[in-house]
Nanobody, 112 residues
Framework: HLAESGGGLAQAGGSLRLSCTASSSFFSLGWHRQAPGKQRELVAMITRSGARSYGDSVKGRFTISKTGSINTVYLQMNSLEPEDTAIYYC???????????WGQGTQVTVSS
């Protein structure tokens, strides 16, 4: 089970922080997003060991971090752009070979 929080409305150039808390420790945890009419895309992921990956469109603007053994992850989103408007889905795997678990999603809207 994944619980997301922190979505909302921001102006272009502003910041928001998302958080996702898992019911237990995960192997990897992070975020994908889906804008209307577009495919779901990677935003950022982090593993228990601290390895991070980012989607090309957010590199240098977004930072993912975790607490301890990856029960909670945070996505700090800076320099927001209207193109960042989407539903952001927390997702992860409890172990490397497990299927992906998805959260219900949280809306992020960036106004110009």
């Amino acid at each position: 089970h994944l619980a997301e929080s922190g979505g909302g409305l921001a102006q272009a150039g502003g910041s928001l922080r998302l958080s996702c808390t898992a019911s237990s420790s995960f192997f990897s945890l992070g975020w994908h997003r889906q804008a209307p009419g577009k495919q779901r895309e990677l935003v950022a992921m982090i593993t228990r060991s601290g390895a991070r990956s980012y989607g090309d469109s957010v590199k240098g603007r977004f930072t993912i971090s975790k607490t301890g053994s990856i029960n909670t992850v945070y996505l700090q989103m800076n320099s927001l752009e209207p193109e960042d408007t989407a539903i952001y889905y927390c997702n992860g795997r409890s172990i490397m070979t497990a299927p992906t678990t998805w959260g219900q999603g949280t809306q992020v809207t960036v106004s110009s």
